[in-house]
């Protein structure tokens, strides 16, 4: 492959990567993805590729496909163990975030959501919503009329709206004081506060500090006070779990305020926030090492700030 080629895929691998991580909710997927597309763009006769970009994310969009519909993922996703991977402010992967819409895209609630969506529903909304790209485009890419891609999009809209919590953008300031309120009333035990905290429809995920074959689901405010209560209750069993006492710090995941359990500079948990009306309306606890590798290498990269809590 000459410079010129190798060059120009490397200018759209970023594009590639947030794209495919939107449509996997992967890092380490998404990874895969781009990297089987630039396998392609080697093995490509490159002379007769009019136009790069849109032969890139064509070929990574139907790698993703792929993947998605492959009977690996069909039964971890049929058997409830799967959960997006979190990602910390400031990866490239999260991509574009000029707008709600793309801001919105990334949200581990949207990611979660849009599991309810068959892989082409997702890809067109993704494509269309995210990415801009017009139906005439998305028809071109996935091989379908530009009348499916409305109607596909129409469906997605729908299923994900329907799923959704609260209403617009949050201000990060005020979400980031109500998840230090939140913390707070955890660790103090005031349940009577922590249900106060939640909105009437809340919703929390879990993987079981990643020892859980299912997902744990959580609805009501009084179960999900509850659950969050016993979740960030320090005990010898817990800390030998995490490694040691972990410090808790407040850092941004994939847009949201998250509560980062670390030890020695190592996440060993995190918990995500989507705050709607001054109120916690999503929560999603991960700490299952593989879904975090990513996050952990972004976090170690950095110089964080002090902990809300020294040493739970």
Known sequence: MDSAALDRFEASRGRLASLAYRLLGSAADAEDAVQDTFLRWQAADRERVETPEAWLTKVVTRLCLDRLRSAQARHERAAGAWLPEPLLEGDPMLGPADTFEQRESVSLAVLTLMERLSPVERAVYVLREVFSYSHADIAGILDITRSASQQHLHRARIRVAAGRRGGGEVDPASARRVVEEFLAAATSGRTERLVALLTDDVTAVSDGAGLSRRLLRFRTRE????????????????????????????????????????????????????????????????AAADRLARLDETWRQREPGAPAIASW
């Open 223 to 286: 179960r999900v006070a509850s659950y969050v209560r016993a979740g960030f209750k320090p005990t010898p069993a817990k800390r030998r779990l995490a490694g040691g006492s972990p410090a808790l710090h407040i850092a941004r995941v994939n847009g949201s305020p998250a509560v980062l359990a670390v030890v020695e500079d190592r996440v060993v948990g995190a918990v995500a926030f989507e705050v709607a009306g001054g109120r916690v309306a999503f929560l999603c606890g991960i």
